[in-house]
């Protein structure tokens, strides 16, 4: 069952005009976050998650998430606040500064992400977006082609679902905005401690095989998969 998607007109503006694109390979070096070293697992979707294409009305608890819920068990997240997809000088920036950006672009209508909820609290985050509008990711950049490139689930509710039923949401909600196709980029095969660092959060090559995703391309521990839309 897939989670119930509230949809917002909300007008959404290319990033790549301000900001400049970095090669893939450089955001292996770029990535400072410290990931606990537990396999991240696919589940079935839940039926009991509302999944809402982030909206100004939300920017307070979204805020609230980041802040002090997302990265609880891992404070070297911290600082990101999703904004690594979208800032070339990333590396360069405050967690003040990153922050300062989310806040703006929820307040503006113009940020890409879904946000999950249960029990009437934000339990996780999906960065799901155009690939026109990212930076960083691997292979052609195509108008009509949807990345999802990030997975945040808060701490208590991670292996019960959530990330699989935020991925059938974003899939409908590029569908939505008119999107092709959809890819995202698995790490594959064995995992050493040193690759967690920018692993985990892209999610499972395995539940994107299951929510039918194929291999398109492999690259040096790293797959682009798609789905056609």
Same mark, same amino acid.
């Given at each position: 069952?897939?989670?119930?998607?509230?949809?917002?007109?909300?007008?959404?503006?290319?990033?790549?005009?301000?900001?400049?694109?970095?090669? #893939?390979?450089?955001? =292996?070096?770029?990535?400072?976050?410290?990931?606990?070293?537990?396999?991240?697992?696919?589940?079935?979707?839940?039926?009991?998650?509302?999944?809402?294409?982030?909206?100004?009305?939300?920017?307070?608890?979204?805020?609230?998430?980041?802040?002090?819920? %997302?990265?609880?068990?891992?404070?070297? #997240?911290?600082?990101?606040?999703?904004?690594?997809?979208?800032?070339?000088?990333?590396?360069?920036?405050?967690?003040?500064?990153?922050?300062?950006?989310?806040?703006?672009?929820?307040?503006?209508?113009?940020?890409?992400?879904?946000?999950?909820?249960?029990?009437?609290?934000?339990?996780?985050?999906?960065?799901?977006?155009?690939?026109?509008?990212?930076?960083?990711?691997?292979?052609?950049?195509?108008?009509?082609?949807?990345?999802?490139?990030?997975?945040?689930?808060?701490?208590? =509710?991670?292996?019960?679902?959530?990330?699989?039923?935020?991925?059938?949401?974003?899939?409908?909600?590029?569908?939505?905005?008119?999107?092709?196709?959809?890819? %995202?980029?698995?790490?594959?095969?064995?995992?050493?401690?040193?690759?967690?660092?920018?692993?985990?959060?892209?999610?499972?090559?395995?539940?994107?095989?299951?929510?039918?995703?194929?291999?398109?391309?492999?690259?040096?521990?790293?797959?682009?998969?798609?789905?056609?839309?």
């Amino acid at each position: 069952m897939s989670a119930s998607v509230t949809t917002f007109a909300s007008s959404s503006t290319a990033m790549n005009s301000s900001i400049g694109r970095v090669p #893939w390979p450089m955001v =292996q070096m770029r990535t400072h976050r410290v990931w606990n070293t537990r396999t991240v697992k696919e589940a079935p979707p839940r039926p009991d998650v509302t999944v809402r294409p982030v909206s100004p009305d939300q920017h307070d608890a979204v805020l609230h998430y980041f802040d002090l819920v %997302a990265y609880a068990d891992n404070p070297n #997240w911290s600082r990101c606040y999703c904004i690594e997809r979208l800032a070339a000088d990333y590396n360069e920036r405050t967690k003040e500064q990153n922050r300062a950006l989310r806040s703006e672009l929820i307040h503006s209508a113009k940020a890409n992400g879904l946000v999950a909820y249960r029990l009437g609290r934000v339990v996780g985050w999906c960065h799901a977006a155009p690939k026109t509008e990212v930076l960083n990711v691997p292979g052609e950049v195509t108008p009509g082609v949807g990345a999802i490139v990030c997975f945040v689930v808060a701490p208590d =509710q991670r292996n019960q679902g959530i990330a699989t039923t935020l991925l059938d949401a974003a899939i409908e909600h590029l569908r939505k905005r008119g999107m092709r196709s959809v890819e %995202a980029y698995p790490v594959i095969g064995e995992i050493p401690p040193s690759r967690w660092v920018f692993a985990n959060y892209l999610g499972p090559l395995s539940m994107y095989v299951k929510a039918g995703f194929q291999i398109v391309e492999q690259l040096d521990g790293q797959a682009i998969v798609r789905r056609e839309l």
